[in-house]
């Protein structure tokens, strides 16, 4: 598993790209670990354990550098452009896309706060396929979602609701799926209890980057300036 606190600290200072990115008005709209790289290939060896019966001893890689750059502009969108109605990655696309009600930076920060979450836990935060799965878990994992976004769904998807509430678990597609819901736990504790002192904070940072509201969402320069990195420099 990671380091969780190097993970997040790295990820935001060696490459501030949500604020950079967002101050030229860019929105990247497909932001996901396969999207960040590594500057240099280079790595140490360190061994973790040996085997006592075969005498072997196996290693990890750890990069020299922790230097980070993103990849893959194709999707990236000017605030003032015509928007697609899909954009991201399954996994981390924002409630507000799935919703169809438009999207804007905030998307980008949904995004980070999902590669985070699985940065410290080693797992996808929401590993599904299929629109109304995808926003039982993230009830699951965050609560209700907002009266007000549910009212302002369109044709398209309204089909998810009954009586303004989800349509879960009466519209799941199999067991299978109620199941992988079921499974998941709320934010506070998918979140290691190895990171000690700073968990709070991050929990909180967590919260702020994955709030279903939109215009609730911390934007990239306030997840810069919030306590965690503040604390943990």
């Excluded at 990820?11 to 497909?30: E, G, N, V």
Aim: proline letters at 6%.
């Amino acid at each position: 598993m990671y380091n969780c606190e190097l993970s997040c600290l790295t990820f935001f200072y060696d490459l501030s790209f949500p604020t950079d990115m967002h101050d030229l008005r860019l929105i990247h709209t497909d932001l996901k670990p396969e999207n960040i790289l590594l500057v240099s290939s280079e790595f140490v060896k360190l061994p973790v354990c040996k085997r006592i019966a075969s005498d072997e001893t196996h290693f990890r890689c750890l990069p020299k550098s922790s230097a980070i750059k993103l990849i893959d502009f194709g999707s990236t969108a000017y605030d003032n452009q015509n928007h697609s109605s899909i954009v991201s990655t399954r996994h981390y696309r924002a409630p507000e896309v799935i919703l169809g009600l438009g999207w804007s930076f905030p998307c980008d920060l949904w995004s980070v706060g999902c590669i985070l979450v699985e940065l410290c836990s080693g797992d996808m935060l929401f590993q599904t396929h299929e629109n109304l799965e995808h926003l039982a878990m993230m009830e699951r994992v965050l609560g209700p979602l907002p009266e007000h976004m549910i009212r302002s769904t369109n044709q398209g998807t309204e089909k998810y609701f009954r009586q303004s509430r989800l349509n879960w678990p009466e519209g799941a597609v199999s067991r299978e799926s109620i199941r992988a819901v079921k499974k998941l736990d709320p934010l506070k504790i998918l979140i290691p209890q190895q990171v000690e002192s700073s968990r709070s904070s991050l929990i909180d940072l967590l919260y702020g980057l994955l709030k279903f509201d939109p215009s609730e969402r911390l934007t990239a320069r306030q997840a810069l300036d919030h306590p965690f990195f503040k604390n943990s420099t």
